[in-house]
């Protein structure tokens, strides 16, 4: 039916999230309909993005500049560090303005049936950064991976002097922070409570 | 909270599946049929394709329907393999008509849901239609072991309060998390522990719903409604126990402390040696002042009923909301006496109840308030003669 440049378009889109085949298919003949308004310029932003953008060595962050635009900003609070799951979640935050402290991004939760432990998510790194901070904020989703990776973070800082709090009101059970309202996320991060 | 067939509600309140459309699913590769808010009874011979429609609707509710298939049992085996499967239903109730989908689509392992024509989450179904069922399997209820109790049990819980689902599968989680671990060889206490804190917190929040619902279920179970016997509901269980002692707190505490000390107890047995998804519903016949399970089929088969319409009474109580009834061949142990007392009450529900078997005359006494459907090799006909006309 279609060329196989044209398939393999396809079939690349359909791995995006959210996309079926079918709305793949949708997408394609979308670009290629407006070739020079869309899909020259997407494909171009796709190369100059998959060039330059990468992850920060300091907090997990994706920026085309090392460290990335966050931690380099000097107006930021060093005394607050904030724990996220993933990158989407950083994004949340970061979109309600609610919060001026570091971030730190875990790149996954804890889940011995998935194969995930302490070691692949740098908790070791996290609890050196954690020393230079007032506060450390757990910020992940409140999942049973989410709790128990807060949980267990939570045990690791005790006794290292650093207040740990995590987000309280308002995140309902199974809620990814992602999926959350911006107003939802700021009343959690003031009602934060200490852990 | 008395059913009384006196006050029955004006036929047109009542939460009725006014039509249902099947496609590919289980034995019909397309069936439409359209009923009134009156009970449904449907009868044909073994294999006709009756428990399969009762399925059909309790895919109207979250889960995974009255014989907890997965997705793939259920589409049509003679379909070619991972097509999709449809039940769609128009729903009449107190709020208006409502169209509801579900099924899966080409490619996809997940249920997908669709409410008045836009997609939405299973657990949304729940504000529209709730349905309870009874089902042969469950005859032996009282007397197999303790899981089918266990489910059964969280299954009314849930009817009652919804969050319960969202506790027990994060305890379930947690505890297959911490079973993982001690398999791997439990390196990390810490670990261990976050995960403990979680079947803690989920666990006694579990427990505290079941005793709340098996209280309410029990004081509406203890007196007997017709025929049909009083029964009295308790739950065997240590973390029910501690929370029923010194609530839910306390009992959070006891259980992140016993499952602590159980750790090389679990690892050894491979599983959690302790907590709430070990306990059981200890059922009686309290005429009889004997547990369930030492009464007879007949009796033990009463004494579901008597649970199943005490638990649409408290939901109805609890949420305004009645439940949709799929009786699947409850005639068949019932004698002619208890037989019309349940078509009596049935007949006075606020939600339609649907009804199987194979022999139309044990459905004589329903008369005119009931709708007769005869059931053929995967067709349906609508029975425009009574019963009983037939066999007069
Ligand atoms: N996935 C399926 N595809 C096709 N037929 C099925 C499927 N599952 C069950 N059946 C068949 O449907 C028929 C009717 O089953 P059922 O509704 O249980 O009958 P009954 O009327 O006795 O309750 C049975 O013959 C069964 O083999
Ligand atoms: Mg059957
Ligand atoms: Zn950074």
Redesign the interface.
Known sequence: MVGPELERLIQVLSRLPGLGPRSARRAALHLIERKDVLMRPLAEALASAADSVRRCPVCGNFDSVEPCAICSDPRRDDGLLCVVADVGSLWAMERTGAYAGRYHVLGGLLSALDGVGPEDLGIARLVTRAAAAREVILATPATVEGQTTAHYIADRLAGTGVAVSGLAHGVPVGGELDYLDDGTISAALRARRSL | MTTDPEDAQDASRRLAVRRLTLTDFRCYPFLRLEADPRPVVLTGANGAGKTNLLEALSFLTPGRGMRRATLSEVARREAQDGAPWAVAAVLDGPGGPVEIGTGREP??ERRTVRIGGSPAKARELDGIASALWLTPAMDRLFTEGAGGRRRFLDRLVFGQDHGHA??AA?YE??M???T??LK?GGG?A??L???E??MAR?GATMAAARNAAVARLDAACAEAVGPFPAARLALAGEVEGWTAEGGAAAAEDRLRAALFRARARDEAAGAATIGPHRTDLAVRHAGRDLPAGQCSTGEQKAVLVSIVLAQARVRTALSGLAPLLLLDEVAAHLDATRRAALYDVLSGLNAQSWMTGTDERTFESFGERAQYFRVESATVVKNDFLPTDEHR
């Open positions: 490619g996809s969202a506790a994060a989680h947690a297959r998390e911490r993982r671990l791997a990390d810490a670990w522990t976050a995960l804190d979680a989920h």
